[in-house]
């Protein structure tokens, strides 16, 4: 059973930092595509980071692109999100996923975390 745990939201300021986690278990991530999805009030959940299991490459949607860093750390079987230059449209709730293959869209993913919010303020 693959369970995914998120820490590290919480209230920042316009142009602050946060970093979140997502601890997971049951399975090693070096056998996964880990992702970071958002979704603020009334939105679609959406991809914001992914990284790959094989060649550690990444991927960042344009509105985080430059602000947002996706790592794994494989041994801790963990997952991070360094999110910098933070804006308030930025405020959503967070989400980490994983998935065997590589995936764009939430209905891809196999696992999720429970989410976990972020609120910027201006």
């Known amino acids: 059973q693959v369970q995914l745990v998120e820490s590290g939201g919480g209230l920042a300021q316009a142009g602050g930092s946060l970093r979140l986690s997502c601890k997971v278990s049951?399975?090693?991530?070096?056998?996964?595509?880990m992702a970071w999805f958002r979704q603020g009030p009334g939105k679609e959940r959406e991809l914001m980071a992914r990284?790959?299991?094989?060649?550690?490459?990444?991927y960042y949607a344009d509105s985080v692109k430059g602000r947002f860093t996706i790592s794994r750390d494989n041994p801790k079987n963990s997952v991070y999100l360094q999110m910098d230059s933070l804006k308030p449209e930025d405020t959503a709730v967070y989400y980490c996923?994983?998935?065997?293959?590589?995936?764009?869209?939430?209905?891809?993913?196999?696992?999720w975390g429970q989410g976990t919010q972020v609120t910027v303020s201006s």
């Open positions: 996923a994983a998935n065997p293959g590589r995936a764009t869209m939430a209905g891809e993913y196999d696992y």
């Open positions: 049951g399975r090693t991530i070096s056998m996964f595509y």
């Open positions: 990284s790959s299991w094989g060649s550690g490459s990444t």
